[in-house]
């Protein structure tokens, strides 16, 4: 079974990580981070939000690779850049996944305001179940 785990270092995403544990002994984890981009920007690092970085990035997948670890879950890391819910269902169709997981609330309150729900969106438009934890 293949896993894809949205994972932005919220309370939320972390205790989503902990559902590999429960997929199984054969569950193959890929955890993706995403960098937001400037509204109309290229998909490119250079055009992500300036509150963004590789870094960061880096750091999270390395944060939720500790975390699927502790359950002897060695994940696939991807980082992205572009839209959080459109990358998200991108690299769960290029992995042929069979469920993402996803917290019910990232970080920021305010863009989920003005974009709208990265969970509501991966829900409506994703191509394979998902699983929003609380």
Do not use: W
């Amino acid at each position: 079974m293949v896993v894809v785990f949205a994972y932005d270092g919220s309370p939320f995403a972390k205790r989503a990580l902990r559902y590999a544990k429960r997929l199984g002994p054969d569950v193959q984890a890929v955890v993706i981070s995403v960098s937001p981009r400037l509204i109309e920007a290229p998909r490119t690092e250079q055009s992500m939000d300036p509150d963004q970085n590789t870094e960061h990035s880096r750091r999270q997948l390395d944060e939720a690779s500790r975390i699927l670890a502790e359950d002897d879950v060695q994940p696939t890391t991807v980082t992205a850049f572009g839209n959080p819910a459109a990358e998200i269902i991108a690299v769960a169709e290029e992995h042929a996944a069979d469920l993402i997981v996803l917290g019910q609330r990232g970080r920021n309150a305010i863009p989920r305001f003005i974009d709208g729900s990265v969970m509501d969106r991966v829900v409506r438009h994703a191509t394979c179940d998902v699983l929003v934890v609380r």
